[in-house]
């Protein structure tokens, strides 16, 4: 009894209300030290791009009426499959079927090539039907989610 009690005076409030274990929160998971962090301490978004796209800027059209594309350029992204109805710049509905987030500067005005897409093949391009931007307490853009 004597031991009890001396433990239960040694250790403080924690002992004398003893939670149990099921109660009791873990400890948070160690971060990684190379892991980007916003200010608010949380990790980026940009954490998760694990996948990859490749975007190229529409600069015009031949004599056909064919649409010329710029350099091809590969950025990291996620690819999420979607159902949402989007409005575009000219009030029409879409059903998108993908949502692409990445920090690559993707605007309306670029053709996206999803992972696995045979990127030779223009009419595989994908274009943009709304980007909207995530910025930060700056005023910096973070990421976009872009809507296919």
């Not at 433990?7 to 400890?27: E, I, K, L, Q």
């Not at 989007?86 to 993908?98: C, K, S, T, V, Y």
């Not at 595989?124 to 307490?137: F, I, M």
């Amino acid at each position: 009894a004597s031991n009890a009690s001396a433990t239960r005076s040694h250790s403080g409030f924690s002992t004398c209300f003893d939670m149990p274990s099921s109660v009791r929160r873990a400890p948070p998971p160690l971060q990684s030290l190379t892991a980007r962090r916003w200010p608010d301490g949380y990790a980026s978004p940009t954490d998760t791009f694990r996948q990859s796209i490749t975007y190229a800027v529409l600069t015009g059209r031949d004599a056909y009426g064919k649409p010329t594309l710029g350099p091809q350029v590969t950025a990291r992204a996620r690819v999420q499959p979607s159902r949402r109805l989007i409005r575009d710049a000219n009030g029409n509905e879409h059903l998108a079927a993908h949502v692409v987030y990445t920090d690559a500067p993707v605007t309306l005005q670029h053709r996206v090539w999803l992972p696995g897409e045979d990127m030779a093949d223009l009419n595989r391009a994908r274009r943009p039907v709304a980007v909207d931007e995530s910025v930060d307490g700056s005023g910096a853009v973070r990421f976009r989610k872009v809507w296919f």
